[in-house]
């Protein structure tokens, strides 16, 4: 079975501040991927990161970092230099073939001028 | 590039009316999703196809719903008759084996 966490239903942070976003998984499967996506307000998805699980070193793309933790199964994002257009919802996925995609419930976030 | 377009971005239709939503994937990409999201569930997967080859609809809530997939660059979902309880957004993705999900804007859904 599959199965996303994300405990955090809202988070806050100081414009400029860095922020956690955590999410923790359960798979059996040895290969997988794992995303984290945005929805901002307006209601679209988008992609923010991806990792796979046998990368050996976290993902960067930009302000984002993906903390990955294999032993613990966690891949928490890490948004640095919070701006205020990063407020939002945030989704942590996995996908153990790319041919299911696992959702979590959901992070928002708020950054606070 | 174009991303997945879905269509229409919004609709509002009286309950019993039937309903299709309209998706064209990235073009190149062999899988493609319908999720329906809403606040009490969340992102529920109802259906995934892999070269246009229905794979898992164990998400299709119930038979009033359909989706079909008759080539590479076009989908569907059907609701017929459509009920208040099926207002939600639906969001259609596409990706490359393995690979990213890419998501449409969504399609934005209310039965009265």
């Known amino acids: 079975a599959q199965k996303i966490t994300q405990t955090q239903p809202g988070m806050f942070v100081q414009e400029k501040e860095a922020v956690t976003l955590d999410c923790t998984y359960d798979?059996?499967?040895?290969?997988?991927?794992l995303f984290w996506y945005k929805q901002p307000s307006s209601g679209e998805m988008i992609f923010l990161i991806y990792?796979?699980?046998?990368?050996?070193q976290n993902a960067t793309e930009g302000r984002y970092s993906l903390n990955f933790q294999k032993a613990r199964k966690s891949a928490n994002l890490v948004i640095s230099a919070s701006q205020l257009g990063d407020s939002a919802m945030y989704f942590c996925?996995?996908?153990?073939?790319?041919?299911?995609?696992?959702f979590g419930t959901g992070t928002s976030l708020t950054v606070i001028p | 590039d174009a991303g997945v377009i879905q269509s229409p971005r919004h609709e509002v239709t009286e309950m019993g009316q039937e309903v299709t939503l309209r998706c064209k994937p990235i073009?190149?990409?062999?899988?493609l999703f319908w999720y329906r999201q809403t606040m009490m569930r969340g992102l529920e997967l109802l259906i995934y196809?892999?070269?246009?080859?229905?794979?898992?609809d164990s998400g299709m809530p119930e038979d009033r719903f359909s989706a079909k997939m008759p080539n590479a660059s076009f989908s569907t979902l059907k609701i017929q008759p459509s009920e208040p309880r099926d207002s939600a957004v639906y969001f259609c993705?596409?990706?490359?084996?393995?690979?990213?999900?890419?998501f449409g804007e969504g399609s934005w859904l209310t039965v009265v």
């Open positions: 996925a996995m996908s153990p073939t790319g041919n299911q995609f696992y």
């Open positions: 196809f892999n070269n246009n080859v229905p794979i898992d």
């Open positions: 798979t059996s499967d040895q290969s997988y991927g």
């Open positions: 993705a596409s990706s490359l084996v393995p690979g990213t999900a890419y």
């Open positions: 073009s190149g990409h062999n899988s």
């Open positions: 990792q796979g699980s046998y990368d050996e």
